[in-house]
């Protein structure tokens, strides 16, 4: 179907598309854009194939923009984010054991990365429900101070925050950030 971007909500990266010659609007998430894409902005002509959720909603699914070429489905992440974590993870226990990184370093790390673990699938799941979020800069916070590693593995499993360019920018700025900092505490 062909339809125009309404209601676009660019931090949230989702809006509403009224298909031309009137009808249901559908929900439609940055996701659903080939990865060659623009981002979107209200006023845009999309084409889009309409498909019901489970709760009966509609939703525009394989977006384009009016003359986009069909580019070919998704690869899935190359960064292996779940083997960054645990390696991470496993350097840590190593580096305890062997006398460089202090025992409280360790369970600092081990029990942020379970809190970020647990926050990235507690914002999916609610991300899902159309619940309330957790807020992106809590997210960032708990991975700063050592909870990347779980962070990682969460991404990967829940296929959760992967897309969002500025989010990952930030990840990665605070896990560049955190080791620095953890340098400076052991050295």
Known sequence: ???RITDW???KGFGFVLPNGGGVRAFVH???????????VAGDLISYLPSVDA?????????????????KPRTPSRVPRAALGICALAAGVAACA?????PLLLAAYLALSVLSYLMYRSDKLAARRDAQRTPEARLHLVDLLGGWPGALIAQQRYRHK??????QLTF????VFNL???ACIIG
């Open 55 to 71: 709760r009966g909603r509609t939703n525009a699914r394989q977006v384009r923009h009016a003359g986009q070429l069909i580019e």
């Open 162 to 167: 992967t897309a969002k360019q500025s989010f």
């Open 180 to 182: 620095a900092g953890a």
């Open 98 to 102: 062997a006398g460089v990184l202090p």
């Open 1 to 3: 179907m062909a339809g």
């Open 30 to 40: 940055i996701n659903e854009f080939q990865r060659a894409s623009r981002r979107p």
């Open 172 to 175: 990665w700025a605070t896990v």
């Open 9 to 11: 909500n660019d931090d």
